[in-house]
């Protein structure tokens, strides 16, 4: 089988040949001022455009290169010194060739000469010529011999201020062109034109039914390759019919008036006849981009009554978001215009026009609904930001279209979603106005689960970028409402799939927004937190952990603005004590129980402790919160003593603990508190964290040895306290315990341990025993006696640890 | 001559196979496309592509004459004329000379005469060598005859005038002689056909005995203005006067549809139906049914020459031109215009039976092209005349 590309290149090859050829002879008859032989050279070369084996784009090299040489013949006519014939008789002339192709050509170039002579009306010599053109009924070659009519025919229109305009007829009546007595018009280069357009569109789409494609087609393409091939031969032929509408926007004649009365209609009259999808859609969008704005503006009503009538497989869709695009640029060029499009009433109009192009293109994917209601958001909002209804209303559209398809499956109408919604965020810089939209969380529940996130950390982006504040309960509800998809797991949505990190992100963008929610009225800001803490309660364990410290801390910061205000609330202010605060602090936190995550709840508990303290301090009441806060504590250390199991982690929690209950110094009721036992225990513990008895453990002599003076200094304390407190010793047997400790260590090598200090550390033991022999604890006794044996036992069991203890003397 | 011009004159062994009468509308006259076949040796073998060639308008000569002309000259060479004899107008200056092909196929240009003019001018015979030339008398003839091929060596004069130059004499020198044929009626135009030739000749014979008569041919064209006055019935009583309106008094559009039932359907309309030599033909085709895919149309202008009556009927068609008027397929409601200019073309008036000999007809002849190189045609006659020249 040949390839038909490769075949196409030999043809266009022949017929550049044959151009040049006689182009040649052309030239050279040219040269010797023979008009007899440039004709006959002439309409030789222009045979060769009667090809019809060559696709538009191959055709279009040929016709260029003819082109080019007509453009020396043009010149050649035009200097009748060098023929000696008048122009008139040159028309009649070129008339005289057999073949209508080139006939019509020579006839074209002639023509334009013969409007740049004035010795005929321009509008009579453009109307044979577009008339006469007729003759060339083949689509392609028609629409390359329309276009050149076009070309050369484009700066000798009878425009306003044109020379060509109103020249009155003063010359002889001849055989061809019948005289007229009034004067050119603009009107006669409109209607040119639009007829020349007209004709051309015609060709243009019969070339979809009687052409074959330019290549031939092996029989292994189907039906649809032929056609493909056919729509692309014709996009490629696109342009030339378009320009003639460029041609009329270029007419300066063609004021609004004309347009509205003669250009459009007949412009929009031929689209709509042509029947044809490819045309009306290129043609539409022709419209719209070659005219100026203000045009379409005040033509809306004519122009978007074309869009329903148009073929249902047309992309109305993309030709009307144009449109708007084009206007809401318009709009934003100039607050001047922004009347004129409530004059008319713009946005009714397109809204009209929109519902009617969905209603008439039942096919028109969900895609093609949802980008035009973008499109006409986007317009609404730059036309008209103040109406906010408008806005609602199409977001009420779209709900009303999207509640006819069961599940939205696509995801380019997904995207589309995303874009409608995120619109009024980016115009209004502020989430509150959404809010304000009621259908706005309509259109969300259309999303699917992913695509409802992503909306959500739309949103709360949006409302971080611009730092604004939703300060009352109903906005919180409604946003919350919003950004469920975010804040709960729904039905059906695959846990598994999620990814951990964007899971992490949202969930701290969830926490972030709950810190934007502020009410400086302390009531309304306790019903903000309890609307957050309902919808945030029903997140499960996996969010728990993120949204509820932003809570708390939410809380927290309520609680401090209490105090502040205190002076003024307080007798009006019965439901509002602080007391109240801290049992919903107390249940926020204790919902991480269930997730669990004891280290987290820790911390909060301790900082609602620290929140207690320093409320305390100022507050007439402080018995009640102190209270609140041992209450605090005590859940801090159940938790610790529970719950957290990895050493590492108890470290940290203690260290916290011990922390905040430096703090707390003012609890004069320490030992109802955090006993200074376990404290002390406590630190000796840490000891040995720095002492791993392992083979690369970590040996920490000097820090051991901290922690267990630390230990010594705390029980020391805990000793004194109970002196004050009963007037009498207090747990010797802590210093036992370090004693035990010291040993153990210094059992272990550690070089920081030395026998002295333990030698030190049972004399004190002692002291102490004996000055607190009123009330001898028998436990204690125990232990410090079975300790003692234990050094007497290693001392006689000899070897390297027995000399160890030699120096230790009981 | 392309492979594609072949193709198109190959396409001429078609024949159309349904051809269904249709219904005119209204009082339009009804028509169909006729039953032609084409033969080939009827299509001239144009160059189609090149209009601005000249175009073949008659029929080479024949072979027969093209020798006798030949044995002429050689015996002209052979055996010296003894004078030379020039003939020569009396306004030969300023008469106006058309081209006249010559039987030899040469082109040589010749003084134009109307009907009713006078014809004067003067014969020069000078001999050769300052010979002695003896004769019986010298005259000059006016002949206008007709000469139909077919039927050799007959000539028709319809027209024959007589001036006696010279008594029997001797001729010793240059002599000239004036002559004037006054007011000379010449009831028919000069046409070169195909099977036919009517020509106007001047004829100067000097006489001799024993030896052969020396004769001399000066051949000039006569044409008739106002030809369509034998069509109206309006013959001029003083050929002097001449008619400078000589528009038809009646010349209707030609007007109708034609088409094949369920097929093709036209209307097409020709502004009028008589045309002068330099008329331009207007109209439009008006295309109101197409479910064939036609590939082109033209407008061809054909000549039939009819000679002799009776069984000897000859009848030869030519195509003086093919006129392409559309190029490509058209759909139901597209309008074609069509603007064909005469001019170029070699015409002469449509003759009516010319003095029972012959007759010269055009037609114009619209023939649509499908795909497959099948042609639909239909042909309708138009009356030629001559308009006057003014200039």
Known sequence: MLNGTEDEEKWLAEGIAGIQHNAFYMHRALDSNNLREALKYSAQMLSELRTSKLSPHKYYELYMRAFNELKRLELFFKDDSKHDVSVVDLYELVQHAGNILPRLYLLCTVGSIYIKSKEAPAKEVLKDLVEMCRGVQHPIRGLFLRSYLAQISRDKLPDIGSEYEGSVDSYDSDMVLSSSSDADTVMDAVDFVLQNFTEMNKLWVRMQHQLKPSIAISGLQGPGGVREKREKDRSELQDLVGKNLHVLSQIEGVDLEMYKETVLPRVLEQVVNCKDDLAQYYLMDCIIQVFPDEYHLQTLERLLGACPQLQPTVDAKTVLSRLMDRLSNYAASGADVLPEFLQVEAFSKLSNAIGKVIQAQVDMPAVGAITLYVSLLTFTLRVHPDRLDHVDQVLGACVKKLSNIPKLEDSRAMKQVVALLSAPLEKYNDIVTALTLSNYPRVMDHLDIGTNKLMAMVIIQSIMKNNSCISTADKVEVLFELIKGLIKDIDGADVDELDEEDFKEEQNSVARLIHMLYNDEPEEMLKIICIVRKHTMVGGPK??????????????????????????????????????????????????????????????????????????????????????????????????EEEIADSKAQVTAIHLIIGTLQRMNVFGYSARLLKKADQCRAVYACSHLFWVDDQDGIKDGERVLLCLKRALRIANAAQQMANVARGSGGPVSLFVEILNKYIYFFEKGNKQITSSAIQGLIELINTEMQSDSTNSDSVADAFIASTLRYIQFQKQKGGVVGEKFESVKL | ???????????????????????????????????????????????????????????????????????????????????????????????????????????????????????VGEVVIEPVHRKKVEHNGVKIELLGQIELYFDRGNFYDFTSLVRELDIPGELYERKTYPFEFSTVEMPYESYNGVNVRLRYILKVTISRNYVSNIVEYQEFVAVIDELYIQFSNSKQADGKVRNYTPTPSINNSIKMEVGIEDCLHIEFEYSKSKYHLKDVIIGKIYFLLVRIKLKNMELEIRRRESTGSGPNTYVETETLTKFELMDGAPVRGESIPIRLFLSPYELTPTYQNINNKFSVKYYLNLVLVDEEDRRYFKQQEITMYRLLETS
């Open chain 2, 1 to 119: 001559m392309s492979d594609e011009d072949l193709k198109n004159i190959l396409g001429g062994f078609y024949m159309i196979t349904s051809i269904v009468v249709m219904r005119g509308s209204d009082g339009k006259s009804k028509s169909k496309f006729q039953f032609h076949q084409y033969n080939r040796r009827f299509v001239s073998p144009l160059r189609f592509y090149n209009i601005f060639d000249t175009h073949v308008l008659h029929a080479p000569q024949s072979l027969d004459s093209g020798f006798h002309q030949s044995i002429m000259n050689y015996l002209v060479g052979a055996f010296k004329p003894p004078c030379n004899i020039f003939v020569s107008f009396a306004d030969g200056r300023s008469r106006k000379q058309v081209p006249l092909k010559k039987e030899n196929g040469k082109t040589v240009m010749a003084a134009l005469f109307q009907s009713q003019e006078s014809i």
């Open chain 1, 543 to 640: 969010r728990l952990p993120f949204t509820v410290s932003s809570l708390v801390f939410s809380a927290l910061r309520l609680l401090r603005q209490l105090q502040g205000q205190e002076g003024d609330i307080v007798g009006e202010e019965a439901s509002m004590t602080p007391n109240k605060i801290f049992q919903l602090l107390t249940q926020i936190i204790e919902s991480l129980s269930a997730v669990p995550s004891p280290e987290l709840a820790l911390r909060l508990y301790l900082q609602c402790a620290e929140s207690a303290r320093f409320l305390m301090k100022q507050a007439a009441n402080g018995c009640d919160i102190e209270h609140v806060a041992y209450e605090f504590f005590t859940q801090a250390f159940v938790l610790y």
